[in-house]
């Protein structure tokens, strides 16, 4: 069974930083795409934050994200990261690790192209 867990997050002001951590087991890791997406309080749906792409080195950000957060992954121990820098209020949400069913995400920024998730690890940026 695939299973990701996620660790990392925590309580920060603004301006500071974090960095999660999503743990793979189960599969291959290194061919597959991975993806970062956050549900903010008191929100139904779940937004793309970043994702990175099996068997290269491709990235893509959300916008409001561009600039402050870094998706990278390190494929010998099967984890993806996302550091955090100048942290907003706005950035408080769950954040969620995400792989599609197959090696790629039919649309990278869609939760609908993900099969496995983690358990969320919540973070929250204070003023």
């Known amino acids: 069974q695939v299973q990701l867990v996620e660790s990392g997050g925590g309580l920060v002001q603004t301006g500071d930083s974090l960095r999660l951590s999503c743990a793979a087991s189960?599969?291959?890791?290194?061919?597959?795409?991975m993806g970062w997406f956050r549900q903010a309080p008191g929100k139904e749906r779940r937004d793309f934050v970043a994702?990175?792409?099996?068997?290269?080195?491709?990235?893509d950000y959300s916008d409001s994200v561009s600039g402050r957060f870094t998706i990278f992954r390190d494929n010998a121990e099967k984890t993806v990261y996302l550091q955090m820098n100048s942290l907003k209020p706005e950035d408080t949400a769950v954040y969620y690790c995400?792989?599609?069913?197959?090696?790629?995400?039919?649309?990278?920024?869609?939760?609908?192209?993900?099969?496995?998730w983690g358990q969320g690890t919540q973070v929250t940026v204070s003023s």
């Open positions: 189960g599969r291959s890791f290194s061919d597959h795409d």
């Open positions: 995400a792989m599609p069913s197959g090696t790629k995400a039919k649309t990278q920024t869609s939760p609908w192209s993900y099969a496995y």
């Open positions: 994702g990175t792409r099996g068997g290269g080195v491709n990235t």
